[in-house]
């Protein structure tokens, strides 16, 4: 099975540039101490990555029988959240007014639900053949 699709990696290359822009929205309106700006990033943030998600993530389902592609999109995008964050933190990039806790407390929480995404999909697994479902096989 083929786990980097086109659309997929479409939506990480989008997804990395939002998650960059989001970083640069939220510390330059901490740097201008506008304290209520970030929950407005924050949340038009999850909003478009939803959004995108889900145009690629139907995308991709149109053109493979793929049952795993919340995995994988929840993967790409916690992997994509994490690296750029941490690496924000890292390159010292973050605003004197930003901590750096709030964002392992969403990385490790969301950490806890990818892990039971992961169950998930192994359970649905062994119910496919191939990543189609064993009664849509024979239909």
Known sequence: MKFVTHNLLCYTLV?????????????????????????????????????????????DSRSLPLYDAGLRYNLATFVVFATVSEGWHALGWMSEYDSVWPWRVVEIVWA??????FVTYLLVRKKTIRGIEKNDLFD
């Open 15 to 59: 997804f990395i540039a939002l998650t960059v822009l989001m970083k640069v929205g939220i510390t330059a309106v901490l740097d201008a101490r506008l304290y209520n700006l970030p929950w407005f990033i924050g949340g038009a943030y999850g909003v478009i990555t939803f959004a995108i998600g889900w145009f690629f993530g139907k995308r």
């Open 112 to 117: 806890v639900f990818l892990a039971a995404n």
